[in-house]
């Protein structure tokens, strides 16, 4: 059924042979931008915080002032700019043949394949931050307890919209 | 109040006559319910009496006693209910009006409860399942109509469901071609049954309860002793002048706690057997399983054939060896709200079991199926956490605690029991659905059709990656969140065949 894992008989969990190697299309490359900005706007706030503790706190101590603040904002700097981009290539869908396939994460990687005719309903958001980059992620619902949403992000909203309406044609056939 | 009434469109399947109100005794329901609700006007009485105005109390108390009374009488007024051709209509709410209607069709089954006074008082609460998304509390439901008119309502409805055109049958009700007209009897449980599955329900779980009791009534017993504190028993050795044959022979003293403790583990355990399953009662009706059970609350629930998702057979090691399991079914419904899965067969044998589950279109993987296994590695998060308390011991020795050497020989077991238990993760396929099966303590077999896989994950991580491995996880309906269906770490190859297979089934259908 799925010619993606007969078609591809690579490793899919290779670290090089992410995307293409099993048969899945990258989402959106703007998505890194996404991803990093929403990552900037987690770590600055740590970042902050670690500079204030090192005035405050041990500066008057006297500790090793100035320690703590140069290694926040080091670590801080190298997840911004370094993690989202391989955030961003890990994941990776396909659609087609009746079903959607998702695929995410590296360390831990979780591939999903939820056939059309199991969704129940379908979402498509946007966030300010993907509203920037005209990109829009896809929530699909199913019944399942586990995996009762499943979340693709990364999407051009037109891609986004098309995909809605495939998966759409497909729970209208399918109501028991 | 009949402005009121009015005020709401008039429901023409309905006829005026034909609208009914609960049952008077729920008036009396409401006064019992008081008692716990009383509770919450607590601390409004608490206020009162630090503040020095002792003498409100009472007329405070009376005054919140027939507001809720008066309360209860009003919405009991307001409610009123009709059973129209193919529908049921229900009115209800004092100010807030909700004018309900719920076609026969919609109607799943009716599920019928009674509690203690309900019984004493001969009437039921009757509950319609109807399939709605939001849960049990979303479900229309009558608290309290006399108990005869309940049986009559659900067979009205049943009756309704049985001569209307059965809607476009889909293939997957094969389970029942026969269609009974009779309702089976699948499996009952006799007293003799009840106190067997009580002594393997051994539990200390009462022990606290019994503990904190007696505490509490320490002070109170006119005699000074506790048959569950060990120190009383060295006590009443010394009295008798026994105390240097106790010094020699302690045991005494531990024998009697144990034998204590003993007694109420399995009394609580046959004590709640009782409560719960007495007269159980499994039959199949046209549509639906329905049991029937408990000694003080009665309840009755069906579990409609075509919801059910998996089948879910349980055991303990201890039970196992005398053969006896439990059949639990996965299904959309929960079962009350404390179980996730409804609970068919409690304590059965499987040759018992077997035609329960032939009744819903699953059958056990016979005693030739050869079982797939898990790689052991699965015992890898056993592993660590029997690291993390040695460590956690180690650290407490070093620091002067000699309480740490509890962790360090508890570690130990931890890895051994998790070595076992990988042992028993074991797979195998039946012509269109998958058991699993895992555990050593509480050994567990799920029977899951691929028609009700939801989804399918795929998982690997860093660890199961270099082996080759992958970890199936299957997403489907009903039961618990954490309870989630998977086989894990098997040979990435086998797994991905076998994603395939479950889900080719779908397109099929």
Do not use: C
């Amino acid at each position: 059924m799925t010619e993606t894992i007969a078609a591809h008989p690579i490793d899919p969990f290779a670290a090089d042979a992410l995307n293409a190697g099993e048969g899945l299309d990258p989402v959106d490359p703007a998505y890194t931008h996404v991803l990093r900005i929403a990552t900037l706007l987690k770590a600055l706030p740590v970042a902050i915080a670690a500079t204030l503790i090192d005035m405050l706190a041990i500066r008057p101590e006297g500790g090793p002032y100035g320690l703590l603040t140069v290694a926040a904002w080091l670590l801080g700097t190298i997840i911004v700019v370094t993690f989202p981009s391989r955030r961003a290539q890990r994941w990776g869908f396909k659609i087609g043949d009746g079903q959607l396939r998702v695929a995410r994460g590296w360390l831990f990687r979780i591939d999903t394949i939820v056939p059309f005719v199991r969704v129940q309903h379908i979402d498509v958001g946007q966030g300010p931050i993907e509203r920037w980059f005209g990109l829009s992620h896809l929530i699909v619902h199913t019944s399942g307890t586990h995996n009762s949403t499943v979340t693709l992000p990364g999407l051009h909203s037109d891609l986004a919209a098309a995909m809605r309406e495939t998966i759409r044609r497909h729970i209208q056939t399918d109501f028991a | 109040m009949s402005e009121a009434a009015a005020a709401l469109p008039a429901d023409d399947a309905v006829a005026e006559a034909d609208w009914r109100r609960l049952h008077p005794a729920t008036l009396l329901l409401a006064i019992v319910k008081l008692g716990p609700r009383s509770v919450n006007f607590l601390p409004a009485l608490a206020a009162i009496g630090i503040a020095g105005k002792w003498i409100y109390v009472v007329p405070a108390l009376g005054l919140f006693l027939l507001l809720s009374l008066v309360f209860a009488w009003l919405s009991w007024l307001r409610f009123r209910f009709a059973v129209g051709a193919d529908e049921i209509v229900i009115e209800s709410g004092v100010f807030a009006r909700q004018h309900r209607t719920i076609p026969f069709d919609r109607i799943q089954d009716v599920s019928i409860e009674q509690g203690l006074v309900a019984r004493a008082l001969g009437i039921a609460k009757v509950g319609f399942e109807t399939g709605a998304g939001g849960g049990k509390k979303d479900d229309a439901r009558l608290d309290a109509i006399g108990l005869g008119a309940a049986q009559a309502l659900r067979t009205t409805i049943r009756a309704h469901r049985g001569t209307a055109v059965p809607p476009a049958a889909p293939a997957t009700d094969s389970a029942s071609p026969e269609l009974a007209t009779e309702d089976r009897l699948l499996f009952a449980m006799s007293p003799k049954r009840l106190l067997v599955a009580g002594l393997f329900n051994f539990s200390l779980a009462a022990l606290a309860v019994v503990g904190a009791a007696m505490q509490l009534f320490d002070n109170v017993l006119p005699f000074d002793f506790n048959i569950f504190n060990p120190l009383d028993w060295i006590d009443i050795a010394e009295e008798y002048g026994l105390d240097r044959w106790v010094v020699a022979h302690r045991w005494v003293a531990g024998v009697g706690a144990a034998i204590s403790l003993l007694f109420i583990g399995f009394a609580s355990g046959i004590a709640m057997t009782f409560l719960a399953n007495w007269d159980f009662r499994l039959t199949r009706e046209p549509r639906a399983l329905r049991r029937t059970r408990g000694l003080t609350t009665r309840t009755d629930v069906a579990l409609p054939v075509r919801r059910v998702q998996a089948a879910i057979i349980v055991t303990g090691w201890l039970r196992r060896r005398f053969g006896w399991h439990e059949l639990r079914l996965q299904s959309l419904a929960s079962d009350g709200e404390k179980e996730k899965d409804h609970q068919v067969v409690p304590f059965g044998r499987l040759d018992e079991i077997d035609p329960v589950l032939a009744e819903i279109g699953i059958a056990r993987p016979g005693a030739d199926r050869p079982w797939a296994h898990s790689h052991r590695i699965v015992a890898l998060g056993g592993f660590v956490g029997a690291g993390a308390t040695a460590l956690g011991g180690l650290v407490a020795i070093a620091l002067g605690q000699l309480t740490g050497w509890i962790p360090l020989a508890i570690a130990p077991l931890i890895a051994a029991g998790a070595w076992i238990s990988a042992h028993f993760h074991g797979w195998t396929e039946v012509e269109e659905m998958v058991a699993i099966r895992s555990g050593w303590i509480k050994p567990k077999t799920t029977l899951l059709p691929f028609a009700s896989v939801q989804s399918v994950d795929l998982a690997t991580d860093f660890i199961l990656r270099p082996l080759g491995l992958a970890t199936l996880r299957f997403g489907v309906p009903g039961g618990s969140a954490l309870g989630s269906h998977e086989i894990p770490a098997i040979p990435l190859e086998t797994a991905r065949a076998l994603r395939t297979r479950v889900l080719a089934e779908k397109d099929a259908a």
